[in-house]
């Protein structure tokens, strides 16, 4: 057949309607979907808004259709989602995220908002403003977003796509009840396996507490997960997985899917759900060292060489969970269960009669005990460092062997620190809350070395109101920066420089020679029960009994007053506690009568600025401080009959 213009225009023509007829009428004919609870009939205004949505050219960067790989926008689309959509507007490009289920997720007048200044609300936006459309045009846009998708508000984790979906580690282990004891139920039900997997791959992100905050967290952007609290207590084991294979986008959470097998997957899982997200307390029943451990004798002499590396060690990695007094109170033990020991209640035995030997301490030390959080640091540390931290435990904090004797010349720091001063940022208000969290339990709120911690320790911590009497030079600043980051010689005083930063090394010195060398102001005018705290206004024992269903227990108040409180306000609040005396900065005013409980609530919880008074927040969760305010209200501060 000969083409000439007039068959190739018909036969154009036949082709093309060819295509419409088949990407087009045909199937709209033949595609019929079920609905879907997603689908919905649109109100007046949403339709409005909906024409307003894709005449507007919102389509062009905001698609609304979620494929099989969009595990971060929620159920897969179904045909059926779009019935009532005719024309459909499912985007073409994805500049913006996907808004198939944005439906109250977001409040109406927040999409009014964000139309109108895209930028008040995500700074890089490149989306265009909208308020030229006038406030009715805009509402409608925000109806038609409000009731897009499923129209769920909860906040959850998103679901686990496929292969994960509904995954589960159906091992179970199995164990006569007459065999519940440490090590071989721990091994058999793949905890010690577990265990070892997070100390190598997860401890120096999520830490040995499973909070989020090992060593390395914080150089991070994104904070390690905490184990400790919700969405983890209760997620599915499918998202555990999940994440642990995967990674979590954005964050260096790695795919350990690509180095680590299915068992060992699920091993990490094991350990972390049993010992941080689901803690139960169990009975560690370790027995005596085994095999290779048993009879082990510490081969490096003790002397101040080998207790520093110790000190190092422990101010590094354990002092977060024992506490650096080692009397189990460190920053990280909550939600432990165990808690971590205390090695200063006696039943470690004396130095005459020690209960555990060199080999217990080095056994546990290297591959943890079981069913607790306490690692395998053999996985970490050498077998000179894990003997040098046996030396340290024992001679400094359980006191089981005698310690060198303290050396007639002072230990040289570095000369680098002599020549450090105070820099521009340093904050003496910060650095009383530094101190109050790290410090006072051994140095005492009134650095009077009376901490509630220090008592058991030898030598005992330094009466720090001896600093007055030396000569405030910038000399001193660097000496006291030294000190600070190294310890001191011979004692339990920590490397603060393996644990804190130089910042807010800075700000505890310049605290502490505020308040021992130049001395800070008394202030009568400190407790002013008229002038309240707007916040703490409304704040009351009843609120907190009634409405939080909580209790108070004002016998536990007035031991805990008599721990942190006495030592500057005295037994009966006058402000003459003992900690007072030989200070450059005076007691406290006495406590006035009818303070209220907002108002020692507040104090309590916020503490005085420009006083030594701190925030107690670090140092005593809401029930202690409820039961120190009930306590001083009522005993302290309550008004006598006649006045």
Request: with cysteine; hydrophobic share 35%; proline share 8%.
């Amino acid at each position: 057949m000969k083409m000439t213009p007039r068959i190739i225009v018909f036969g154009s023509v036949v082709v093309f309607a060819a295509v419409v007829l088949a990407t087009v009428f045909i199937p709209a004919k033949l595609w019929n979907p079920e609905q879907t609870v997603v689908a919905h009939s649109y109100t007046e205004r949403q339709g409005r808004g909906r024409v307003l949505f894709y005449s507007n050219g919102c389509n062009y960067c905001h698609t609304q259709y979620v494929r099989a790989e969009d595990t971060a926008m929620g159920p897969v689309s179904e045909g059926g989602n779009y019935v009532f959509d005719n024309p459909m507007i499912l985007g073409s490009e994805r500049t913006g995220p996907d808004l198939s289920y944005v439906g109250r997720k977001r409040g109406e007048q927040w999409e009014i908002d964000h139309l109108k200044s895209p930028r008040d609300f995500s700074p890089l936006s490149i989306m265009p403003r909208f308020e030229f459309l006038g406030d009715e045009a805009l509402k409608d846009i925000a109806a038609y977003l409000f009731a897009l998708g499923d129209r769920v508000a909860q906040v959850r984790m998103i679901p686990s796509p496929a292969p994960y979906a509904q995954k589960t580690n159906n091992t179970e282990i199995m164990v006569s009840p007459g065999n519940g004891v440490g090590w071989p139920t721990w091994i058999k039900a793949g905890l010690q396996h577990g265990k070892e997997i997070y100390i190598e791959r997860c401890l120096t992100c999520h830490g040995c507490a499973g909070n989020g905050l090992g060593t390395y967290a914080g150089t991070l952007v994104v904070t390690p997960a905490n184990f400790k609290q919700q969405p983890f207590k209760s997620m599915p084991q499918d998202q555990w997985f999940w994440h642990v294979s995967e990674g979590v986008p954005g964050t260096v959470m790695p795919p350990w899917k690509e180095s680590e097998s299915e068992e060992d997957r699920w091993a990490v899982i094991h350990y972390v759900r049993t010992m941080f997200a689901r803690p139960a307390i169990h009975d560690p029943d370790e027995g005596d060292p085994p095999g290779d451990y048993a009879g082990m004798i510490n081969p490096l002499p003790l002397n101040m060489e080998v207790l520093d590396q110790g000190k190092t060690i422990f101010t590094r990695e354990c002092l977060v969970c024992h506490g650096d007094a080692g009397r189990g109170n460190g920053p990280y033990r909550s939600g432990l269960q165990p808690t971590p020991p205390d090695f200063g209640d006696g039943s470690y035995g004396t130095l005459d009669k020690p209960v555990y030997s060199d080999a217990d301490y080095f056994w546990r030390i290297s591959v943890g005990v079981p069913w607790t959080a306490m690692p395998t640091w053999k996985l970490h540390y050498s077998e000179q460092d894990r003997w040098a931290l046996v030396h340290y435990v024992r001679a400094l904090l359980t006191q089981t062997e005698v310690a060198p004797p303290i050396p007639k010349q002072e230990f040289n720091y570095p000369e680098i620190y002599k020549r450090q001063r105070f820099p521009e940022t340093v904050n003496m208000e910060r650095g009383k809350a530094v101190y109050a969290e790290h410090c006072a339990h051994c140095h005492g709120l009134a650095l009077d070395g009376k901490g509630w911690d220090g008592r058991g320790l030898n030598p005992v911590p330094a009466d720090l109101r001896t600093m007055g009497k030396e000569k405030m030079t910038p000399e001193s600043q660097g000496e006291h920066l030294a000190k600070v980051t190294f310890g001191i010689h011979n004692s339990a005083m920590p490397a603060w420089g393996e644990f804190l930063p130089e910042s807010q090394r800075w700000d505890a010195i310049k605290y502490l020679m505020s308040v021992t060398m130049m001395g800070l102001k008394k202030t009568d005018s400190q407790y002013e029960p008229d002038r309240m705290n707007a916040v703490y206004l409304t704040v009351s024992r009843d609120m907190w009994i009634n409405d939080a269903g909580m209790t108070i227990d004002k016998t536990r108040g007035g031991d805990a007053y008599a721990t942190y409180c006495a030592t500057c306000h005295g037994a009966q609040g006058k402000g003459d506690g003992p900690g007072t005396a030989d200070s450059k900065s005076p007691g406290p005013a006495a406590f006035p009568q009818g303070m209220s409980d907002g108002y020692v609530y507040w104090r309590m919880t916020e503490g005085i600025s420009g006083s030594t008074m701190p925030g107690f927040t670090a140092l005593l969760d809401d029930r202690a401080i409820w039961n120190i305010t009930a306590w001083v209200v009522d005993n302290l501060s309550a008004k006598k009959e006649g006045n």
